[in-house]
T-cell receptor, first 111, second 115 residues
Framework: QKEVEQNSGPLSVPEGAIASLNCTYS??????FFWYRQYSGKSPELIMF????GDKEDGRFTAQLNKASQYVSLLIRDSQPSDSATYLC???????????FGGGTRLMVKP | GAVVSQHPSWVICKSGTSVKIECRSL??????MFWYRQFPKQSLMLMAT?????????EQGVEKDKFLINHASLTLSTLTVTSAHPEDSSFYIC???????????FGNGTRLTVT
């Protein structure tokens, strides 16, 4: 079992819809959770991070964390074609010094 | 926000030569820097973790004598690909973090092509 798992996709949603990206992790000691967006040929850029159970909203993005179920999700409201990219989930526990990345989910927003 | 600068953004070199890639944190002190490699349509693969003033920790399967990492200051880490071969052609990305729990910020990446 991979430490951080994501559905590789592609996830296809129509413009204006809500895109829901999910990520599960295996280490119950994980404390910090991050979502990165990576456009083709570019390096990842941080979208959001979340440390506590519940929802965290930033503009059109909402991160949701459920430590009991060991999943973290990213919702993108009013999806735009410019949101089309690969979204990487990353997880860190306090004992370690590095992030563990999922394989990424490719999102396609169709006009 | 935190800015990480990586240079060069792309480089083409001949087989057998060495290439140095620089990673700088511009507006914060990076106690830890990470080097990743990404092949087309694949996910990020961590190569090594470097802490300022100490030897880098390499991931399994990454040759430390081939990929030399130096983290001499809190704002600069370098990766040198020695005796490069065509199979080393890839997208190399550095990332840096200040405090332990602060987010990781990535450089823009270096596309290396070895001919």
């Amino acid at each position: 079992q991979k430490e951080v798992e994501q559905n590789s996709g592609p996830l296809s949603v129509p413009e204006g819809a809500i895109a829901s990206l999910n990520c599960t992790y295996s280490d119950r000691g994980s404390q910090s959770f991050f979502w990165y967006r990576q456009y083709s040929g570019k390096s990842p850029e941080l979208i959001m991070f979340i440390y506590s159970n519940g929802d965290k909203e930033d503009g059109r993005f909402t991160a949701q964390l459920n430590k009991a179920s060991q999943y973290v999700s990213l919702l993108i409201r009013d999806s735009q074609p410019s949101d089309s990219a690969t979204y990487l989930c990353a997880v860190k526990n306090n004992a370690g010094n590095m992030l563990t990345f999922g394989g990424g989910t490719r999102l396609m927003v169709k006009p | 926000g935190a800015v990480v600068s990586q240079h060069p953004s792309w480089v083409i070199c001949k087989s057998g030569t060495s290439v140095k890639i620089e990673c700088r944190s511009l507006d914060f002190q990076a106690t830890t820097m990470f080097w990743y490699r990404q092949f087309p349509k694949q996910s990020l693969m961590l190569m090594a973790t470097s802490n300022e003033g100490s030897k880098a920790t390499y991931e399994q399967g990454v040759e430390k004598d081939k990929f030399l990492i130096n983290h001499a200051s809190l704002t600069l880490s370098t990766l040198t690909v020695t005796s490069a071969h065509p199979e080393d052609s890839s997208f190399y990305i550095c990332s840096a973090r200040g405090q332990t729990n602060s987010p990781l910020h990535f450089g823009n990446g270096t596309r290396l092509t070895v001919t």
